[in-house]
Every structure is written in structure tokens, then in C-alpha cells.
């Protein structure tokens, strides 16, 4: 009995400490100044403003951001754009290039159902997401739930991507390994 007691007051003792601990580490993230109001973060398709816009007129340009320990996998088919669409998926060290938006409230909950988060093939959820001058964003964006595949990429999609990626200035060698992929598509088929 001696031994519980003591291994409950050691365990309660590291609680504490672990929860005052945690209290002074300030996980952070910039969130917007209004509850109408919600970051996104685009890394595929949504890179492109003038996609983005036909689904979110609000939408405002924040800042470049990337997302650490993420890839762009393609693990979506798409029958409309015949060809594979974007999600992110774990990896150590890996990192997804971005621009965060501000875009209303209202208009992210049309977009899910643009998005397919009803049906349960796309999820929104919030990360977080680092600007160019060390400031970290609370941003929302879309994966995939179930990732199939990989798939081959499609060209139109790939397209949105690489406009979007030159007209926000993503950095060239993303930029570049888009234009590739793009090219080994086209000569695949």
C-alpha cells in the first residue's frame, strides 16, 4: 500500500509541475481579429487567387507561410480534372509551401461543401503555419481523410498550383519542381 501511495503522489507531483510547465510554453499562433474572420492556408489548388476567389470574393492575401513536417502527396483522384489532387501528409522534415488568406467565416463553410468535408472525403482543420518573418498562424486547410494512391498529378491542377505559387512569389525551386512535374505528366501521356 505504501508503494501505491507513493507512486500516486510522485505521479500527481509530475503533473503539476508538467502542467505549470506547460502554462509558461506558449504554443502561440496569430489568429484573426475577428470571429468572422478565419485564416486558410493554400497549398494546392487554393494557391490560386483566382480560383479561390469563384468560392470566397472576401478573400484577402496575409502572407506566404509553409507548413513543417508536411509533403504534398497527390492521394486524391479526380474524375473532373482527370488526374490527382492534393493533400498533405506527415513527414519529418518535410515542408509544404503557402500563402495564408483571410477569408469570412461564411464563405469557408460554402467552401467545405465545394470541398467535400460533408461527405467526409476532405476535413477542415486548423494548423499551424510559419510567415517568412518567424510569426506563426493558426491557419485552417484541407486533407484528404482517406488517402489513396499515389496518383498521377492532374495537369489542370498542377497548373493552379504553379499560378498561384508565381503570382504570390513562392520560391523558385518549388516553383520549378511544379513546371517538371507538370512536363513528366504531359510526356506520359
Same mark, same amino acid.
Given at each position: 500500500?505504501?508503494?501505491? $501511495? #507513493?507512486? @500516486?503522489? $510522485? &505521479?500527481?507531483?509530475?503533473?503539476c509541475f508538467s502542467f505549470s510547465q506547460a502554462q509558461e510554453f506558449d504554443t502561440g499562433g496569430k489568429n484573426p481579429d475577428s470571429d468572422d474572420i478565419v485564416y486558410h492556408f493554400g497549398y494546392g489548388s487554393n494557391l490560386d487567387e483566382d480560383y479561390m476567389r469563384q468560392w470566397t470574393p472576401s478573400l484577402k492575401f496575409v502572407t506566404k507561410a509553409q507548413l513543417p513536417n508536411f509533403e504534398i502527396q497527390f492521394r486524391k483522384y479526380s474524375t473532373d480534372l482527370e488526374g490527382g489532387i492534393s493533400s498533405i @501528409?506527415? #513527414?519529418?522534415?518535410?515542408?509544404?509551401?503557402?500563402? @495564408?488568406?483571410? $477569408?469570412?467565416?461564411?464563405?469557408?463553410?460554402? &467552401?467545405? $461543401?465545394?470541398?467535400?468535408?460533408? &461527405?467526409?472525403?476532405?476535413?477542415?482543420?486548423?494548423?499551424?503555419?510559419?510567415?517568412?518573418?518567424?510569426t506563426w498562424y493558426n491557419a485552417e486547410l484541407y486533407r484528404?481523410?482517406?488517402? #489513396?494512391?499515389?496518383?498521377t498529378p492532374s495537369i489542370k491542377y498542377?497548373?493552379? *498550383?504553379?499560378?498561384?505559387?508565381? *503570382?504570390?512569389g513562392i520560391n523558385k525551386p518549388w516553383i520549378d519542381h511544379l513546371e517538371k512535374l507538370r512536363v513528366s505528366v504531359i510526356n506520359r501521356k
Open positions: 500500500m505504501k508503494n501505491v $501511495i #507513493k507512486t @500516486i503522489s $510522485i &505521479l500527481l507531483m509530475t503533473l @501528409i506527415p #513527414k519529418p522534415g518535410g515542408l509544404v509551401e503557402g500563402v @495564408i488568406y483571410e $477569408i469570412k467565416k461564411s464563405e469557408i463553410e460554402a &467552401l467545405d $461543401i465545394l470541398e467535400d468535408v460533408p &461527405l467526409g472525403i476532405y476535413s477542415r482543420e486548423t494548423f499551424k503555419v510559419i510567415a517568412p518573418g518567424g484528404v481523410m482517406n488517402p #489513396k494512391g499515389p496518383f498542377l497548373g493552379y *498550383m504553379i499560378k498561384g505559387a508565381k *503570382m504570390h
